[in-house]
């Protein structure tokens, strides 16, 4: 194809207008060496294709797939034995607890002395600014809670990586 | 399906994922892990296989996918990727390979400047040599808008590199 040809397929090329064969007559013109004086400058841009395309992934990888591919059944299997000792040990704590706590009761005379019914909240905007003050006193401690767990996650992820590179 | 016959049905697309995953996010360790989440996917799903038609353009808009939502859902961090693009010509000289080298990695900036959608479209197209259909069907989006990102993709590079001096037109 002469040096003309070329100059308005480029054209064609960069309006978006090329064919997929045109496209490929002008990946295969600047592969070769001679390419004409006047187009030179296009070259360095349809070699870059050429070179992108030959990226490939490291050698390595087939056998990392393979074994995360193989790991879910040995990962089930774990979450399955931790969930197993979570129950156990909450099973044992719970009959530790049981036998070991020291049982207290409050004397009956300081109960009865007590009038608790005077606390009560009788008056329906106190108890909406009661239960108002409760729900945020919650929610800003989960939120606290929430923190901190992102910033450990953070933290575990930051580290993993580091170590997988 | 064995993971023999897996590997053996996904061997073909692999890189193809990979170099997507790469010029999305420019970012080889992210790549790769791109890459390996799609196929850990696939392998979930792999009784679906046999009823996908198009498993190319399947997995492709699955990397893409993938890609777009660990660009979004992170503190991106781009790190240095030169080297990526290796340009050698024989019978160069030293000189004459660096300066090539320094126009590749240009050309590769330049490229990575385009929004996520142009720079999809311009390497599905020009480096992987897909036709408008097969990136429709492995992007999700119109004819058309393939077309439109295509043109103003290649708009983009060659203003860019015209003022860079690369192109003299």
Redesign the interface.
Known sequence: MNTIAIKQLVDK????ETS?VE??QLRAYFKEGAVAEELQ??Q??F???A???R????SD??E???I???R?AKRRFMRRMVQMSSVAASVMLMVAAYFWYPTTELPSTVSNQINWEQYEITDEEEAYKETKAALKLLSRNLNRGAKKAAKSMDKITKKKRRI?? | MTTNEFQHTVAPIKDKLYRFALRMLDNIPEAQDVVQEVLIKLWQQRERLTQVTNVEAWTMRMTSNMSIDKMRNKHWRTEDVSGIVQFATPASSPDRLTEQADTMQHISNVIAQLPEKQRSVMHLRDIEGYSYQEIEEALGIPLNQVKVNLFRARKYVRTQLTASGILNS
């Open positions: 090329y960069f309006e978006g997929l496209e490929q400058e296009y360095p841009l070699q870059y294709f070179t992108a395309k990226e490939e992934l490291p990888f087939d990392r797939i393979v995360e591919l193989q879910p997988e590179n």
